[in-house]
């Protein structure tokens, strides 16, 4: 019996998913209880181009559900030097830039973290949300590092206006 050709891309689809899931920057893995397996996942994340800021995005996941909880929680510090050079290379549009993407299920669901830019307080803004509405919302998070006390300061100030 030969299986249909969508099967098989969804099987393979499946198993990427899960390879590339295991690929990743955990730093801590709790579990919620002897009768589940769902656990309380900490990954770490720098942000690719400000490389003194590193991010820690908390999560469930679920081992044996075919989509995570979208709750999240997300803490992000400054841990490097942040240069105006590297300040000047990031979008500072109001809606900022992607700079993380987890999938959060096989269909749609997913974890994003964006890089904001507030030019006014120069503070950066990451803003981590799920694509998925569930329970009526979007479930989202957000922490901010200011730029104060970095090389990037002087430089911010002189484009606030």
């Known amino acids: ?4 050709q969508k099967f098989k891309r969804l099987v393979l689809l499946a198993g ?3 390879t590339l899931s295991a690929c990743s920057d955990d730093v801590a893995s709790v579990s919620l209880g002897l009768f589940t397996t769902k656990d309380v996942v900490v990954n770490s994340q720098q942000d690719p181009i400000l490389e003194g800021v590193t991010c820690h995005i ?7 559900d075919f989509s995570d909880p979208s709750d999240m929680s997300i803490a ?9 050079q590297q300040l000047q290379k ?3 549009s109001k809606s900022g830039e992607v700079i993380f993407k987890s999938s959060k299920s096989i269909l749609f ?5 964006r890089r904001i830019y507030d030019a006014e307080n120069r503070t950066l803004l990451y803003l981590s949300y799920s694509t998925k509405e569930s329970s009526g919302s979007h479930h989202h ?5 200011p730029l104060y006390n970095t ?5 911010a100030l002189t484009q606030k206006n």
């Open 141 to 145: 998070a957000l922490s901010t590092v």
């Open 109 to 113: 669901k997913s974890l994003k973290v």
């Open 90 to 92: 990031i979008d500072r």
């Open 58 to 64: 908390s999560h469930i996941e679920a081992n044996l």
């Open 1 to 4: 019996m030969k299986l249909p």
């Open 151 to 155: 090389q990037a300061w002087d430089w």
């Open 76 to 84: 992000c510090r400054q841990t490097g030097p942040i240069t105006a």
């Open 16 to 18: 990427a998913v899960v």
